[in-house]
């Protein structure tokens, strides 16, 4: 399966965006994960959903501010996120795996990655 990450951009604090995650050749595994990396920082998690559920996971910076979610018509997972902040600057990307629901959080349990988008939130 490939994924394909778009929706970033350069906005101002307090502005919002919505990132899109498409699967093509194949549909999404058990979880879709968003990650982002700022420069210099590593890897970090940021939102799952369930593909079959759509129960959603956030880390807690992001609580209130982002919403995951997914339109299985259309193969696709969503970010909204509002009120972003400068610490929100990133290369968002989404990704694919069948962990259990515990390992969500890491990285290194998603098998299928997409190419990242770049967020830059900046004043």
């Known amino acids: 399966v490939q994924l394909q990450a778009s929706g970033g951009g350069l906005v101002q604090p307090g502005d919002s965006l919505r990132l899109s995650c498409a699967a093509s050749?194949?549909?999404?595994?058990?979880?879709v994960g968003w990650f982002r990396q700022a420069p210099g920082k590593e890897r970090e998690f940021v939102s799952a959903?369930?593909?079959?559920?759509?129960?959603?996971y956030y880390e807690d910076s992001v609580k209130g501010r982002f919403t995951i979610s997914r339109d299985k018509a259309k193969n696709t997972v969503y970010l909204q996120m509002n009120v972003l902040k400068p610490a929100d600057t990133a290369v968002y990307h989404c990704?694919?795996?069948?962990?259990?629901?515990?390992?969500?959080?890491?990285?290194?349990?998603?098998?299928?990655w997409g190419q990242g988008t770049l967020v830059t939130v900046s004043s």
């Open positions: 990704a694919t795996g069948s962990t259990i629901t515990s390992g969500i959080y890491e990285a290194r349990n998603y098998y299928y």
């Open positions: 959903i369930s593909w079959s559920g759509g129960h959603p």
């Open positions: 050749g194949g549909t999404f595994n058990r979880y």
